[in-house]
């Protein structure tokens, strides 16, 4: 059994396409481009953490189709956009606001948000995170694991733990990068 972790799918949100710029020509193409991209990594004995928002639009019967043709025992950690709809779907193995677990040695906090500071991030655990869709810096130890970080597919510990980590952007020295302001906040003259 492997396990894997993904977040953001919104299936079925015609608005993920340009809010997100997902390079898709529908909502049907995307969420065909998920359910293959998912199945061709878990396979059925496998689990998934899903860290929210997976689907936006269609109805419970759908939703709960789309669900069951997932591969991998599924647990959904609640995101901002998941309502009843979503969390009344049977084929969760389990539903929770937040989660933590401990894999091959490695402490993980899981939840929708990134979180500034978790549980033992000084003793070395990770933040698994979704809901920023690849657009927020992260702190150390901290990984977004939404689809449109992961070429739209769910992925291991051992992928998370072998990409090169992005650069939080040092501030501006004194003086410099404050968009025309004196650091006061007063414009110049």
């Known amino acids: 059994m492997t396990v894997f972790f993904t977040s953001d799918t919104h299936f079925g949100h015609a608005g993920a396409r340009a ?18 991209r998912w199945n061709a990594v878990v396979g059925p004995a496998d689990e998934v953490w899903h860290l929210g928002d997976f689907a936006l639009g269609p109805g419970p019967a ?3 189709a789309l669900l069951d043709r997932l591969q991998g025992r599924k647990h959904l950690v609640t995101g901002n956009n998941d309502g009843p709809a979503t969390t ?10 937040y989660a933590e677990l401990t894999l091959d040695g490695v402490g993980l906090v899981l939840c929708h948000y990134a979180f500034r500071s978790w549980r033992n991030m000084g003793r070395g655990w990770l ?3 979704g809901h920023s869709h690849g657009r927020l810096a992260p702190l150390p130890r901290q990984v977004d694991v939404g689809v449109d970080a992961w070429d739209f597919r769910p992925v291991t510990l051992a992928e998370i733990l072998a990409r090169p ?5 040092r501030p501006a020295a004194a003086g410099r990068g404050t968009g025309g302001r004196d650091g006061r906040g007063r414009s110049p003259g």
């Open 19 to 36: 809010l997100y710029r997902r390079p898709f020509d529908s909502v049907t193409a995307m969420d065909a481009a998920m359910l293959a």
């Open 62 to 64: 759908a939703m709960a």
């Open 88 to 97: 009344g779907l049977a084929g969760w193995a389990s539903l929770q606001p």
């Open 127 to 129: 933040n698994l995170h």
């Open 165 to 169: 980590r992005r650069r939080v952007p």
